[in-house]
């Protein structure tokens, strides 16, 4: 609590010397005449009025636009000068204020994707004319509305409902279905959202185009390929015996080495192409994940001539809901990569498969070369290699995390990856909740 300025107590000091100067006026005054109460009452009635009149003009003066007050006497003097003071800075910050807020409306107005401020129930405070653009939102009626029942799509109007966090949903564009929106939904302030609205339409032009090359690329390829393997493989069985081959056997072995890997790699994109044409379409089961993941265990043990010990902490009686193919292809692929990249006679892999809170998880940790941070958020990309010659040797394709991610998007799963260069890796898939199923005990 501040203490008041010298002025100040000095303003009051002679107040109330004149206030008592008045009462002792108007007492002595009464005396002579025989009514001194009579007297001393009218002086306070009088004194009463004058602050009152005071009262008022200030009122009056706070409630208008103007800015030079009304003329007081003694302390109100001093109160008018300093509300005066308070209402040039107030007007100050105001203009301040109002500047800033022009400035930001003007610059968001001026970025090419839409802005869209709402508030705490989802209602549209403010957007940008992009946004308007993008989202077919009209000003000045749609402001007030809720953005869950302009925009229809369920995702967006559950997310909009539960306050979260979007971090990145396509959408088709209510203008255009065939149009494509990436939405995000940034929570700040006091329960506000900005949602930001891009137009990826090309960009998924660009990206559909791609898909059909390497499908129809890879199509192409795998018949004369199939053509090429068979004759290599005749080859080598006459490089095998003593015939006119039998000085051509190392490269002839490695040609159906490279004509199998090629094999793989196209085997490999044409199952990326389909998972990104098919989308959703395929059938959803209930899946019994603990009988999956033993089955492909103990396939890797019986394929694996090396001395790997595979430790597995699975959950009984936890099922999944999803399409059996593609969960099948991101755990055998997680497998396979621990296995491939854990040399040595003491690797060790330990696969978990558990139920927390907020999901169902699956990982699969080793004690390999590790990975440098630098590379984990690229892994995903499709032939992005961290050591371009060992995968190769190892018979990698540079797709497996690819199909991987693409398999876990249309489970709305996320991969996370841990790892620590020297010490090991840890790749972790983390399921919805609401795709776990529990058996009840028999």
Not at 42 to 67: E, K, P
């Amino acid at each position: 609590m501040s203490m008041p300025s010298a002025g100040t107590a000095r303003t009051w000091r002679r107040e109330l010397v004149v206030v008592a100067l008045w009462l002792a006026l108007c007492t002595l005054t009464g005396l002579m005449v025989g009514y001194a109460l009579l007297a001393l009452l009218f002086g306070v009635s009088a004194y009463l009025a004058v602050h009152l009149t005071y009262a008022y003009q200030l009122h009056r003066w706070l409630a208008s636009d103007r800015i030079e007050p009304s003329e007081g006497m003694g302390v109100w003097q001093e109160i008018y000068t300093e509300l005066y003071r308070l209402k040039q800075r107030n007007r100050k910050r105001k203009k301040r204020l109002k500047s800033i807020v022009h400035e930001f409306q003007a610059s968001t107005a001026a970025l090419p994707d839409g802005a869209v401020v709402l508030d705490s129930q989802g209602r549209i405070v403010w957007f940008n004319e992009a946004a308007g653009a993008l989202m077919a939102l009209r000003s000045p009626q749609d402001l007030g509305q809720r953005l869950a029942n302009l925009l229809r799509h369920p995702r967006v109007s559950s997310h909009l409902i539960k306050a979260e966090h979007i971090g990145e949903l396509e959408v088709p564009s209510p203008v255009n279905e065939e149009d494509t929106l990436l939405l995000r939904l940034i929570p700040y302030g006091n329960n506000q959202r900005l949602l930001i609205a891009r137009d990826i339409s090309e960009q998924k032009r660009l990206e559909h185009t791609r898909r059909d090359f390497v499908a129809n690329a890879s199509h192409e390829l795998r018949t004369p390929l199939t053509v090429l393997r068979g004759y290599l493989e005749m080859m080598e069985e006459e490089a095998g015996s003593d015939g006119a081959l039998a000085g051509w056997q190392a490269p002839i072995r490695e040609m159906g080495e490279q004509s199998r890997r090629m094999n793989r790699i196209i085997e490999s994109l044409l199952k990326l192409a389909r998972l990104e044409s098919e989308g959703l379409q395929q059938r959803q089961e209930r899946i019994d994940i603990p009988k999956m993941i033993q089955s492909l265990v103990d396939d890797i043990r019986r394929a694996n001539s090396t001395s790997h010990e595979i430790v597995m902490d699975i959950e009984p009686g936890l099922d999944l809901y999803g399409r059996p193919g593609e969960l099948e292809s991101v755990f055998s692929n997680l497998l396979s990569n621990a296995v491939r990249y854990t040399t040595g006679d003491a690797g060790t892999i330990h696969v978990r498969w558990w139920r927390e809170d907020e999901a169902a998880c699956f990982s699969v940790t080793d004690n390999g070369p590790g990975i440098e941070a630098s590379h984990l958020p690229r892994l995903t990309e499709r032939f992005y290699r961290v050591d371009p010659g060992r995968q190769a040797s190892s018979g990698g394709t540079g797709l497996g995390l690819a199909i991987v991610k693409h398999c876990l998007e249309h489970h709305e799963a996320e991969l996370h990856i841990d790892s620590e260069p020297g010490v090991g890796s840890t790749f972790t898939c983390r399921f919805p909740v609401q795709r776990a199923l529990e058996r009840q005990a028999a």
